[in-house]
């Protein structure tokens, strides 16, 4: 049987351990190290809490990463990494762990130095992935209970991005380039129409889909078929939204590096006449 054999205990949680082929891994589980010793055996099948950290760069990570933390806040960060392994049957990415680990530390360290946390996705990222939003959400409630400071509502829009980016394999940081894009072609359309856009209303969530799912045509190079005849009807009866659907897609081009096939700019005039007609409507009922 496959066994571990200990090299050190961290903490009650966190152990070095020697793997059969005598390759240093670090070992994350409840309980995992408490009252181990150098040369104790860990049988494999009792490792199936969390990870295995078998990469050296991101043992060296995770190594002074929790050296400064106390016992209870590590196990509140391992408790919630059980529950979105949970939740989502995958997150065994060695990076995605060191990375939220990493983040949460931050997250405490700025709080308890008085610095404020600010997320200015939030509502884009609520939109954009609910499923991982929900998760985030009961994270953050769990991890309140425990730890030293009290995580913002903010801190779940960036937990929610590093679950999206562990589900999908994708690095953090195109993620968060996408969402702040998202972000930015809002504030251009609030800014050229005037208005202000509810987040929290159906229309908006609507919308930002539309943009999401526009992103992932671009990078994907998925090609969409143009309507022609449309194409000049929009321009003719709202020119205002054409043109500023071809603002919104010049923004996109700039900062995807992709080209854009025209068509998206009649969907996106479509929707950007159907978002404020509903505003304007909303507003008259009230």
Not at 21 to 41: M, T
Not at 267 to 285: A, C, G, N, P, V
């Amino acid at each position: 049987m496959d066994a571990f054999s200990v090299i050190k205990s961290l903490n009650n949680n966190v152990l070095i351990a020697e793997d059969t082929d005598q390759n240093e891994v670090i070992l994350i589980g409840k309980g995992i190290g408490f009252a181990k010793k150098k040369h104790d055996l860990i049988e494999s099948k009792t490792v199936e809490k969390l990870f295995v950290l078998r990469n050296k760069e991101e043992q060296e990570n995770y190594k002074k990463i929790i050296h400064n933390i106390d016992e209870k806040t590590l196990q509140s960060i391992v408790d919630s990494i059980e529950i979105i392994k949970k939740r989502i049957n995958t997150f065994t990415d060695e990076h995605a762990l060191v990375a939220l680990t990493d983040h949460i530390v931050f997250a405490i360290a700025r709080l308890q130095n008085g610095l404020e946390i600010r997320n200015p996705f939030l509502a884009e990222t609520k939109v954009l992935y609910p499923f991982e939003y929900e998760i985030a959400a009961e994270i953050v409630e769990y991890m309140n209970q425990f730890l030293p400071v009290h995580l913002p509502e903010g801190e779940i829009g960036f937990i929610a991005l590093h679950i999206h980016s562990a589900m999908e394999g994708t690095a953090l940081n195109e993620i968060n380039r996408y969402s702040q894009l998202v972000s930015n072609l809002i504030q251009v359309i609030e800014d050229q129409l005037r208005i202000t856009l509810d987040r929290d209303s159906m229309d908006y969530g609507r919308f930002v889909r539309h943009l999401r799912y526009t992103i992932e045509r671009v990078l994907n190079e998925d090609k969409v078929e143009e309507p022609k005849k449309m194409a000049a009807l929009l321009k003719e009866e709202y020119p205002v939204f054409y043109n500023l659907s071809w603002k919104l897609i010049k923004i996109m081009q700039q900062t995807l590096k992709k080209p854009i096939f025209d068509a998206e700019s009649v969907y996106l005039t479509i929707h950007l006449q159907r978002l404020y007609d509903s505003i304007r409507l909303k507003s008259k009922t009230k």
